[in-house]
């Protein structure tokens, strides 16, 4: 089984390449081609998706949270799950908002998910102790 610093540097490695994915899509949109950005999305969907599954998986039944992680480390992924958790939940909606051309509620909770994805990349990357 994977140690806590395994889990949290994969973990980063995944959250950094959707992070990609979805800034490409936003620059597509700035591009003019917003079909794009929709395909681009559909991809950020299911590898964010597969992402959050796959570890919560890991984490309820493969791996022991009180001896994996120490206390600086609980500390820091409870905050990163204040923004992560939120933003899951507000992908489903972004996809079908998108998919359904509801342009002007899609919009308005895109601004919202991105606020909470970058809570998510910067509490993810940057604070959670990988070593
Ligand atoms: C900052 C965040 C976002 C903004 C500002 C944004 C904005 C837009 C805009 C302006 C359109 C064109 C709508 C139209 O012309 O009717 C669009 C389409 C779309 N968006 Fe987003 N979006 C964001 C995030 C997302 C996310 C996170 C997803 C998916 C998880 C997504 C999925 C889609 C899809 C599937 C379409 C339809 C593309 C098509 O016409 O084939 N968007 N978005």
């Known amino acids: 089984m994977p140690t806590g610093p395994e889990i949290i540097l994969a973990l980063k490695v995944l959250v950094t390449a959707v992070t990609a994915l979805f800034i490409a899509s936003l620059v597509a949109l700035a591009a003019g081609r917003p079909r794009l950005h929709g395909r681009i999305n559909t991809a950020f ?58 342009k002007s509620v899609h919009v308005a909770l895109g601004v919202g998910f991105a606020v909470l994805w970058a809570g998510t990349f910067v509490t993810g990357v940057f604070y959670l102790p990988h070593r």
């Open 45 to 102: 969907f299911a590898l964010t998706m597969l992402t959050v599954v796959g570890f919560e998986v890991l984490l309820q039944f493969f791996v022991d949270v009180t001896s994996a992680f120490d206390p600086e480390a609980r500390r820091a992924l409870r905050v990163h799950l204040c923004f992560s958790v939120p933003s899951a939940l507000l992908l489903p909606v972004m996809l079908l908002t998108g998919k359904t051309r509801r």
